[in-house]
C-alpha cells in the first residue's frame, strides 16, 4: 500500500513537471516566433522576468478548472475544453494587464516589464493549447497501443450489445478502453429502426431484438450484454427469451445511477438479477421524510442479520443515524453484518448487541443504556413447515418476544416501533402466519393507548435468502434434478429485499400510529412458471431436468392474500403503500389471551397452542400437529434468518423473476 502510494505521488510529481515545462516552452517559443528568431536583448529581459508569473497563473486556472485531476490516458473533448478555457482565461487577463500596463508604462516608465505583446500572448495560447493536449494524447496513444498488443494476445468473446442509447455507448467506450476484458462487440441490436445501420462508437447497429437468433447465427456470438439504461422487466426478459433461443449468455448493464454518474466499469457488467425483471417500475422514495425520521436517531433494528434486518440496517446507516443498535441473537450473523457496515460507513456509531428478544432482561438493560427512538423489529421464526413441528416456538418467539419487545419501547418512550409482518398473517392457515397476526393484534391494541407510535408493515416472501424457493431450485437443478414444486397451482408475491425495505423506512416515517401498511407488491408468480425459468436459465431443456409436484405441504395454502376480510386497504401518498384500516381490540382482552397462549407455549402443547392462536386470530384453520414434511421449496421466506450465498450456476440467483406468468 505504502508503494502504491509513494508510486502514485511520484506519477502526480512528474505530470505536474511535464505540464509547467510545456507551459514555459510555449512561451519561448511563442517570443521566437513572434520576432522571428531575433529577440531585442529588453524584450528577453522582460519576458525573463515575467516568465515564472505567467506559467505559474496559467497553472493555478488550470487547476481551478479541475485539469491536473484527470486520467491522461482517458483524455477526450471534455478534457481538451477544459484545457482550452483556463488558457483562454489567461491570455484575456494577459492580454487586459498588457493594455493597463501601457498605460501606466507611459505614464511612469516603470510599466515595460510587466506586460507581453500581443502576438506572443495569442501564440502562447496556441502552443500551450496544442502542447498540453498533445502529451496528454501521445499517453492515450501510448497506452492503447500497448492494450491492442495485449488484446491481440487475449481470447475474445464475439457479443452483441443490446441497446444503442447513451448507455449502450458507455459500454462500447469502456469496451474498447479494456480490450484485455476480453470482449468483442460485433454489432449493436436496438428497435429503433431509424438506427439500423448506423455506428455507433464504431459499432454498427445491426437490427432489431427480434433478429437476435438470426444475426448470432451470422456473426457466431457468444454473449450478449444489455445496454438499456432502466430497462422494463418485461423488455430484460424478452431480450433474454431472444438470447437463449440463440444459445448465447446474457449479462446487464449497471444501474441508471452508476452510468448517469460516469461510474460506469465494464468489469461491473453482471448477470440478470432479481430487480431486472421485476415488472413494475423501480420504487421512488420520499428521502427527505425519511431522513428527517431517521437523521440523529438512535435506531434499533432487530434481527439485524437476517435478510430483512440486515438490509433495514443498511438502509438505515445511509440516513446518518446518531447510533445504531444491532441486535441479533446469532452470534456469527451478528458478527457479518457488524463488519459489513463497519467498512461501509467507517464513521457510523454502530452497537452489535447480542440477545434474545423474548429475554426480557436482556432487552430492558438495551433500552436503558442505549434509549433507542425507533424500533425496527424484524427478528422472526419463518419458515411455515418449521413451525407446524414447533408450534410452542413460533409463539414464543412471534408473539411473546415481540410483546416483550413491544412493551419495554412502550415503557421507555420510544417514538417509533415498525413491526415486520406478513402476507401469511392474512386469513392464516399455518402457526407460523397465526403466530404473526397475533402479533399484529397486540401491537395494534397497545399502539392505541401509547404514545409511542406503533405500525405494522406487511408484505409477502422476499427472494435470495436462506430457504426461500429460488436457492433451493438452483441446488435441484445442479444436481441433475428433479425440481420439486409443491402444487402446478401454488402462487405467491415476491418482492426483492431492498425494495421491500425501502417501503418498510417509508411506512415507518409515514405512520402515525395504529397503521398496517400493506405493500404493493403486484401480480402473484406462479411457483412452478418460477422453475421452468430457472431451469431454462441455467442452460437446460425441460425434459433435461424434470419437476416434480410433491403436494401442499402442513400449513401452506395456494394463494396468499394481503388483506383480511373487513380491513379496507386505503391509499396513501405513496403509490406503493396502502393501509389496512381494522379496528383495534381492547388491550385488555388481548394481554388476557396473550397470557393464555403463553401458559400453553410454556408447556409446549402443540394442540393448545393451536386452540388459543384460535382464539385470538378467529380466521386461523387450525389444524393437527403435522406428519413428516415433504422437503420440497419453501416460499415462505421472511425476515429473522441470515442470507446464505447461492450456489454457483451460469445465471443469478434471481433472473427467474416473472410477476404475469400465469
Known sequence: MKMRKNRSIVLRSLQIGIDLTVLSASLWAALWLRFEGGVPLQMFKRVLFLWPYVVAFQYVLLAVLGVPRYSWRYIGL?????????????????????????????????????????????????????????????RRLFTERAQ??????????????????????????????????????????????KLHGTLVHGIKVLGAVADI??????????????????????????????????????????????????????????????????RREPVTLDDQAIGADLRDSVVMVTGAGGSIGSEICRQVAGFAPGRLLLVERSEN???????????????????????????????????????????????????????EWNAAEAVKNNVLGTRTLADIANAHGARAFVMISTDKAVNPTSVMGASKRAAEIYIQALGKQSATRFVTVRFGNVLGSNGSVVPIFKEQISRGGPVTVTHPEMKRYFMTIPEACQLVLQAGAMGKGGEIFILDMGQPVRIVDLARDLIHLSGFQPEEIPIVFSGVRPGEKLYEELSITGESAEKTKHPKIFIGRTVAEP??????????????????????????????????????????LAMGADVGDQSGEKRAPLSKLPVAASDVLNPLAG
Open 333 to 387: 450473523a451478528l458478527f457479518e453484518i457488524h463488519r459489513e457496515l463497519s467498512a461501509t460507513f467507517s464513521s457510523l456509531k454502530l452497537e452489535p448487541l447480542l440477545a434474545d428478544i423474548a429475554d426480557a432482561r436482556r432487552v430492558r438493560q438495551i433500552f436503558e443504556q442505549d434509549r433507542p427512538q425507533i424500533v425496527f423489529h424484524a427478528a422472526a421464526h419463518k419458515h411455515v413447515p418449521m413451525m
Open 587 to 628: 388491550f385488555e382482552l388481548v394481554l388476557e389471551r396473550i397470557e393464555e397462549l403463553k401458559r400453553a407455549a410454556d408447556l409446549a402443547q402443540g394442540g393448545e397452542v393451536r386452540a388459543m392462536l384460535a382464539r385470538i386470530v378467529p380466521e386461523f384453520q387450525a389444524g393437527a400437529t403435522p406428519g413428516p
Open 148 to 193: 491492442a498488443q495485449r488484446a491481440r494476445e487475449t481470447p475474445r468473446v464475439p457479443t452483441l450489445l443490446v441497446g444503442a442509447g447513451h448507455a449502450g455507448l458507455l459500454v462500447a467506450k469502456e469496451i474498447d478502453r479494456s480490450p484485455e476484458l476480453g470482449i468483442l462487440p460485433v454489432g449493436f441490436i436496438d428497435d429503433d429502426v
Open 78 to 138: 471534455r478534457e481538451a475544453v477544459r484545457i482550452l478555457g483556463a488558457l483562454g482565461a489567461s491570455s484575456v487577463v494577459l492580454l487586459g494587464a498588457r493594455l493597463i500596463a501601457g498605460k501606466f508604462a507611459a505614464a511612469t516608465g516603470y510599466g515595460q516589464y510587466t506586460h507581453l505583446p500581443i502576438g506572443v500572448v495569442v501564440l502562447d495560447l496556441l502552443l500551450a493549447f496544442m502542447g498540453l493536449t498533445g502529451v496528454r494524447a501521445a
Open 213 to 278: 437468433e438470426r444475426i448470432a447465427q451470422q456473426r457466431q456470438t457468444e454473449q450478449a450484454i444489455i445496454t438499456i439504461a432502466r430497462a422494463p422487466g418485461q423488455v430484460v426478459r424478452n431480450i433474454g427469451e431472444h438470447c437463449r433461443r440463440a444459445g448465447l449468455k446474457v449479462k446487464i448493464v449497471p444501474g441508471i445511477h452508476q452510468l448517469m454518474g460516469g461510474h460506469l466499469r465494464v468489469t461491473r457488467i453482471r448477470d440478470v438479477a432479481i430487480e431486472d425483471l421485476l
